[in-house]
């Protein structure tokens, strides 16, 4: 039987793995994530509820849904969406994020199945889900177009994908990794790779050749003064996240 193909660098993952640990740690290495979440998770429940008609006031909203964290890193996504009652799956291609993650999941009482798999894998073993989530990981692999028809692949007919990324110009030059990696030093030196940053144009472009839908896209912009991050229908010079559909019969 023939190797699935990865679209995983391998010096990419080991960044990650060097900073397994400190997933969970609100000022460590990951400082800017944990200071992005309450944005990034405030995008994805809309869209999961609006999409799949939702109320965010219930106790369970996605109850019977699957979600797929791809990337998931210590599982600072997965967690929320499990207490939201979805099933979820968090895959990482770094098998040190895998340990970290299961732990704190174990401790906050969760039931989360993490695996060390890549989404090539996943979707050549047929694997379905109703929510892929796909966040700052496009930057990191070797072929975006591959890896997005992999999530593609995915996805129920008419499922959502939620794919966050960094603009490439010279204000996301200068802010996340002139500002973010040697000035602020929330991250290590050489975290990110300018070159590989998507505008948002060449984003949808890729998600439309892996056979997606583009519905949404937004910026997420960070306040210095409030040290707060907020959602912005046209900034998106910086950070940003889309929302896509596989297309499916009408329900």
Same mark, same amino acid.
């Given at each position: %039987?023939?190797?699935?193909?990865?679209?995983?660098?391998? *010096?990419?993952?080991?960044?990650? &793995?060097? %900073?397994?640990? &400190?997933?969970?740690?609100?000022?460590?290495?990951?400082?800017?994530?944990?200071?992005?979440?309450?944005? $990034?998770? =405030?995008?994805?429940?809309?869209?999961?509820?609006?999409?799949? =008609?939702?109320?965010?006031?219930?106790?369970?909203?996605?109850? +019977?849904?699957?979600?797929?964290?791809? +990337?998931? !890193?210590?599982?600072?996504?997965?967690?929320?969406?499990? $207490?939201?009652?979805?099933?979820?799956? +968090?895959?990482?291609?770094?098998? !040190?994020?895998?340990?970290?993650?299961?732990?704190?999941?174990?401790? *906050?009482?969760?039931?989360?199945?993490?695996?060390?798999?890549?989404?090539?894998?996943?979707?050549?073993?047929?694997?379905?889900?109703?929510?892929?989530?796909? %966040?700052?990981?496009?930057?990191?692999?070797?072929?975006?177009?591959?890896?997005?028809?992999?999530?593609?692949?995915?996805?129920?007919?008419?499922?959502?994908?939620?794919?966050?990324?960094?603009?490439?110009?010279?204000?996301?030059?200068?802010?996340?990794?002139?500002?973010?990696?040697?000035? %602020? $030093?929330?991250?290590?030196?050489?975290?990110?790779?300018?070159?590989?940053?998507?505008?948002? &144009?060449?984003?949808?472009?890729?998600?439309?050749?892996? !056979?997606? =839908?583009?519905?949404?896209?937004?910026?997420?912009?960070?306040?210095?003064?409030?040290?707060?991050?907020?959602? *912005? =229908? $046209?900034?998106?010079?910086?950070?940003?996240?889309?929302? *896509?559909?596989?297309?499916?019969?009408?329900?």
């Amino acid at each position: %039987m023939q190797a699935t193909q990865t679209t995983v660098d391998p *010096s990419e993952i080991a960044k990650f &793995e060097a %900073m397994a640990a &400190e997933w969970w740690d609100p000022n460590g290495k990951f400082k800017p994530l944990h200071m992005l979440n309450p944005c $990034r998770l =405030d995008y994805i429940t809309n869209q999961i509820a609006g999409e799949f =008609d939702r109320d965010l006031n219930d106790l369970r909203p996605f109850e +019977g849904l699957r979600i797929l964290d791809i +990337g998931c !890193g210590g599982g600072l996504l997965c967690e929320p969406m499990a $207490r939201l009652g979805a099933t979820v799956v +968090g895959a990482d291609a770094a098998e !040190g994020n895998i340990p970290v993650a299961q732990v704190h999941a174990q401790q *906050s009482g969760l039931e989360i199945d993490y695996r060390h798999t890549t989404a090539e894998a996943m979707a050549a073993a047929e694997e379905q889900f109703d929510v892929v989530l796909n %966040m700052e990981v496009v930057e990191h692999v070797a072929d975006p177009l591959a890896y997005l028809t992999a999530c593609k692949d995915l996805l129920k007919p008419n499922g959502l994908h939620i794919c966050s990324t960094i603009n490439r110009n010279p204000k996301s030059f200068a802010m996340a990794i002139v500002g973010a990696e040697y000035v %602020m $030093r929330w991250l290590p030196k050489g975290t990110h790779e300018w070159a590989k940053f998507i505008t948002p &144009e060449e984003l949808f472009e890729l998600l439309r050749k892996a !056979g997606l =839908d583009p519905v949404d896209r937004k910026g997420f912009v960070f306040n210095p003064i409030t040290w707060q991050w907020r959602l *912005s =229908d $046209r900034d998106l010079s910086v950070n940003y996240v889309t929302a *896509s559909l596989k297309p499916g019969p009408s329900v």
